[in-house]
C-alpha cells in the first residue's frame, strides 16, 4: 500500500489561472508524445494573454532546454521590466533551480505550477529513478522573493500519470 500524501490546499486559481494550467499539462503530454521529457509552460502577461508557450526539448541532449528557461529567455527579449513582473508563469511542475534562477534574474512575477519537486523526486524514488545531477530544491530555496503556487492538486494524478510513462518509456 502507497503513503498517503500529505494533504495540499487547493489554491485559490480562477477559471482562467486553471486554463493556464491546465495547457501547460496538456504541452506536457505533447512534449511526452513526441519523445521527450513531460514538461510544459505558458508565460501570461498581466491582461491573462498567452505571450510565450513550450515544452520540454531536453530529448536531444541538451539537458538545459526546458520551457521555463525557454520562457525567462523569450520575456528578456520581448518584454520589458514591467511586463515581466506583472506576468505569471503556469507550469506542469515546478521550476527546477535553473529555470527558477533564470526566473528570478530577468524579474518575471507569478510561478504556479500543478506539481512540486517534493512529489516528483517521490515518484522518482518511488519508481526507481536515480537522482539527477542537481539538487530538487524548491523555488523558494532558490529565489526567496518570488510568489509561488502550487502544487495544484487537481492536476497531481494527471502529472503522475505522464512522468509515470516517460519512465516506463526509458526502460524499453
Known amino acids: 500500500m502507497e503513503p498517503a500524501e500529505?494533504?495540499?490546499?487547493?489554491?485559490?486559481?480562477?477559471?482562467?489561472?486553471?486554463?493556464?494550467?491546465r495547457r501547460a499539462?496538456?504541452?506536457?503530454?505533447?512534449?511526452l508524445e513526441?519523445?521527450?521529457?513531460?514538461?510544459?509552460s505558458v508565460l501570461v502577461d498581466a491582461d491573462g494573454q498567452v505571450r510565450f508557450e513550450d515544452h520540454n526539448h531536453v530529448a536531444g541532449g541538451d539537458a538545459t532546454q526546458h520551457p521555463e528557461f525557454a520562457a525567462a529567455r523569450w520575456a528578456a527579449t520581448h518584454l520589458g521590466p514591467?511586463?515581466?513582473?506583472?506576468?505569471?508563469?503556469y507550469t506542469s511542475g515546478e521550476h527546477c533551480p535553473m529555470c527558477a534562477a533564470a526566473h528570478a534574474w530577468v524579474g518575471l512575477g507569478r510561478i504556479v505550477y500543478a506539481t512540486s519537486s517534493e512529489q516528483l523526486t517521490a515518484w522518482h524514488r518511488e519508481w526507481g529513478v536515480p537522482p539527477g545531477p542537481v539538487a530538487p530544491l524548491p523555488i523558494q530555496q532558490i529565489a526567496p522573493d518570488l510568489d509561488v503556487v502550487g502544487p495544484v492538486p487537481e492536476f497531481v494524478d494527471e502529472v503522475r500519470g505522464l512522468q509515470a510513462r516517460a519512465r516506463s518509456q526509458d526502460r524499453s
Open 82 to 89: 514591467d511586463q515581466r513582473r506583472a506576468a505569471t508563469v
Open 25 to 31: 499539462v496538456d504541452l506536457a503530454r505533447a512534449a
Open 34 to 40: 513526441s519523445g521527450d521529457e513531460p514538461f510544459g
Open 6 to 21: 500529505e494533504a495540499v490546499p487547493t489554491p485559490d486559481l480562477s477559471p482562467a489561472e486553471r486554463a493556464h494550467v
